[in-house]
């Protein structure tokens, strides 16, 4: 996968310098990589759980029900669910970071709340679950804006910013890394952790803190005697990581990573439309622009990983609110990931502010990409198929679906086609109503046959039990996840009584934990009204299912029905030997003799298919004068079915190349 990760990357990376000019770097030469580079190259490209577990300070209005400060859902942000993460792995992502405040849930003697920890652990699980990587930090304990000494001093007047007041608070730190590194000492290399997050310190305070998180992580033994440590430049900046005053701490298990954070041109980045600094730069893109990240990368790659010490790009992205070209937007995330992955040891990780913020990517709430094209960008470099899903929407409005001719409640969905394509584990209804008053909202019964744990599989769907949960939706939601092992799931429990009709009495009862205690029969989901408020003329828009892996689609975007579950389809990346489909000239039809046998993606003509030729299609498509391609080479590249040669004709090779896809002829 990497290889062929390295592949793309490099193709992109030469497409888009030649684009912007014909100019071109000349990549340094891998190096003699250690441990901690060939972990962080297995890291390949990352996605940040931000805005989530990182809020703060959050506690006068976050959720009070639950036994700590609820941070993860304090800045707007949905709960974080297994279809989330099950949708990012399936976009090509093998790293989760995941930023975490403990300031809020922390006493006086600096203990972290147990159940929070929990909740924290919960979530690694659900990226661990997917073979996901995971980094874990210290966040907003040391805040991140600002840079000067009269804001250090003002920093260290607030609470939630004790980590600023440097090595004055080592012992809390080290407390804090003492603990959750005990806690989380028994997983697999697959989770790393990371000192802090953005701060400024001087260069001796910063190394006198990285010792103390190396040797306390060291100290507490299990997995944590190797684990990969991470440890951020002064204010996570790339210049300070260059300069001769950064030093890193010493660590026998030489597993140490060095993190910084890119946004740059910052008036292109981050700089919003009313700050005081700068002149806002809506678009990015030229020769020198593109250059200049790539020259960057290649100093980070130099300083650091050809050395053995990779790079953890930890924070990377665009404002997406601030009317940013969206194609330029595209093509500083591509540049900036391809330039990265291109080198041994180096993992961007976009910043994703989720469903608030300044920088929403992926819709948490829909379960999808708010910018598709960016979605396709970061599958073709990753070599990830495009045509595959986490989810699949059924259009509610479609008379098939109700029982009635207004296609109103109550709806009935076969999901008998599902078997054996993967695990559904959710749904997600989207509806709409009028508003007759206040608070309008109206309940929906989400119901579905199952049977449970001590109980073998039934023969015919009618000997399954029903088992449902009551929800109130409001008119103006824009959807309701509904995840099977989160809701509170009753069934109608026969009670072995009959009444006066001689009907079976039952009782609503807890039916337990999904798939432990009960299992989905996967034959119907069944959704009826049950009560409003002040609603009328409501309906559902959408069901979307949500499933526990890819599923592959057809052309037509239907789901491809399989009789093994199709789970994985997007990482798989052996060698194929399927045969090139050939033509045959009109001499060899008129005398039975071969004069040349022509291969769809045999770009040079050389009568192979290789990288060879997607190096040269990318150049050709990047007008590149230094190449010629002939007229069979033109033919042979048309790859993707569609009339004239394009990206999607390099896309189609590169996916063949992986064994990912077929060229069309």
């Known amino acids: 996968m990497k290889l062929f990760r390295k592949m793309v990357a490099g193709l992109l990376a ?45 506690k006068a209005w976050a959720n009070s029900e639950l036994p700590y400060v609820d941070s993860e859902t304090g800045w707007g942000n949905p709960k974080t669910t297994k279809a989330m993460i099950a949708a990012i792995k399936n976009t090509g992502f093998d790293t989760v970071r995941i930023p975490v405040t403990w300031f809020e849930n922390m006493d006086a003697a600096g203990n972290v709340d147990a159940d929070y920890l929990a909740r924290v652990k919960e979530v690694v699980d659900y990226c661990i679950d997917q073979d996901l990587h995971v980094i874990l930090n210290v966040h907003h304990d040391g805040a991140s804006e600002g840079a000067n000494a009269a804001s250090n001093a003002y920093k260290s007047t607030i609470d939630g910013a004790w980590l600023w007041q440097g090595t004055s608070q080592k012992a809390k730190f080290t407390s804090l890394w003492k603990q959750i590194a005990e806690y989380f000492k028994a997983y697999d290399s697959r989770l790393a952790f990371a000192g802090w997050n953005e701060i400024s310190w001087d260069y001796t305070v910063e190394k006198e803190m990285g010792q103390a998180f190396i040797d306390t992580v060291r100290a507490t033994g299990g997995s944590n005697a190797s684990r990969l440590l991470i440890v951020p430049a002064n204010n996570t900046n790339l210049d300070a990581a260059l300069a001769s005053g950064f030093q890193l701490p010493t660590d026998s298990a030489d597993m140490m990573a060095v993190e910084i954070h890119y946004y740059s041109p910052p008036e292109f980045s981050i700089r919003p439309a009313n700050a005081s600094w700068g002149q806002t730069v809506n678009t990015w893109g030229s020769a020198s622009e593109i250059n200049e990240m790539k020259n960057d990368v290649n100093k980070l790659y130099q300083a650091f990983a050809s050395k053995g010490t990779p790079v953890i790009i930890g ?37 994703d502010s989720g469903d608030c913020g300044d920088m929403q990517y992926f819709g948490r709430a829909k379960l999808a990409w708010n910018d598709p094209e960016l979605e396709t960008v970061f599958k073709t470099m990753t070599g990830t198929a495009t045509n595959t899903t986490t989810t699949y929407t059924f259009d509610m409005s479609k008379p098939e679906y109700s029982e009635n001719e207004d296609a109103n409640f109550p709806y ?110 996967y034959d119907y989901l069944q959704l009826q009204s049950w009560w409003n408020n002040n609603a009328k003329d409501y309906a559902l828009d959408s069901v979307t299912l949500i499933f526990d892996a890819p599923v592959v689609l057809d052309s037509n975007g239907d789901i491809v029905v399989t009789t093994e579950p199709a789970k994985d389809t997007t990482t798989t990346t052996t060698t194929t030997t399927t045969t090139v489909e050939t033509t045959t000239s009109k001499q ?47 033919a042979n590249a048309d790859c993707d079915g569609v009339e004239g040669v394009g990206a999607g004709d390099l896309s189609a090779l590169l996916e063949y190349l992986a064994g990912l896809g077929e060229l069309i002829a």
């Open 14 to 58: 030469a497409a888009s310098a030649l684009s912007a000019g014909a100019v071109q770097l000349t990549a340094a030469p891998a190096a003699a990589a250690g441990d901690a580079v060939r972990l962080v190259e297995e890291m390949g490209m990352g996605w940040n759980l931000g805005n989530t577990f990182d809020s703060a300070p959050v």
């Open 315 to 351: 924070e990377c992205g665009v404002l997406t609110n601030e009317q940013r070209d969206k194609a330029s937007i595209r093509a500083w995330i591509q540049t900036l990931f391809s330039a990265s992955l291109g080198y041994d040891g180096i993992c961007p990780v976009l910043w």
């Open 412 to 521: 009935y969905l076969d999901l008998k086609p599902f078997k054996g394509v993967a695990d559904i584990i959710g749904v997600m209804i989207k509806g709409h109503g009028t508003g007759t008053g206040s608070d309008p909202c109206f309940g929906v019964t989400v119901a579905f046959n199952g049977y449970f744990g001590d109980e073998e599989p039934y023969e015919t769907p009618s000997e399954y039990k029903w088992m449902y949960q009551q929800i109130s939706y409001g008119i103006d939601a824009e959807s309701y996840q509904f995840m099977f092992a989160e809701e509170n799931i009753s069934w109608n429990k026969p009670t072995g009584e009959t009444d006066a009709d001689g009907n079976d009495v039952t009782e609503a009862t807890a039916a337990g934990v999904f798939d432990t205690d009960w299992h989905l029969a």
């Open 588 to 634: 060899e039809e008129t005398t039975g003799a071969p004069e040349k046998i022509h291969l769809k993606g045999d770009v040079d003509c050389s009568g192979e298919v290789n990288i060879a030729d997607a190096v040269m299609l990318a150049r050709f498509n990047a007008e590149d004068k230094e190449i010629e391609v002939s007229a069979q080479g033109k």
